[in-house]
């Protein structure tokens, strides 16, 4: 089993930054495709980045490229999202998963632990 429990998130004006992190149980995090989610109020949980279990691998939803990163501490168990230039549009609750396949997949099936999520506001 693995428990995954993100932090940091909050409220920031537009054009602000945050870095949601998120900790992991367990001896295996560093095999696992590390990946963030989000869903906004009405509406379905969407893609916004992942990392291979190395960290050589990295994707990003079009939204979010070139203002977000993601990377990963294997050492502490922990993945991190920098989000800096944050929109109004960004709002929602920020969710991490850890992928057993090692797939760095984009949509949220593969997934195989969540955590509970942090909730991000962007105010404009």
């Known amino acids: 089993q693995v428990q995954l429990v993100e932090s940091g998130g909050g409220l920031v004006q537009a054009g602000g930054s945050l870095k949601p992190s998120c900790a992991a149980s367990g001896r295996s995090f560093s095999s696992y495709t590390m990946g963030w989610f989000r869903q906004a109020p009405g509406k379905e949980r969407e893609f916004v980045t992942t990392?291979?279990?190395?960290?050589?691998?990295?994707y990003y939803a079009d939204s979010v490229k070139g203002r977000f990163t993601i990377s990963r501490d294997n050492a502490k168990n922990t993945v991190y999202l920098q989000m800096n230039s944050l929109k109004p549009e960004d709002t929602a609750v920020y969710y991490c998963?850890?992928?057993?396949?090692?797939?760095?997949?984009?949509?949220?099936?593969?997934?195989?632990?969540w955590g509970q999520g942090t909730q991000v506001t962007v105010s404009s």
């Open positions: 990392i291979s279990d190395s960290g050589s691998i990295t």
């Open positions: 998963a850890a992928e057993v396949t090692n797939w760095a997949s984009r949509t949220p099936d593969p997934y195989n632990y």
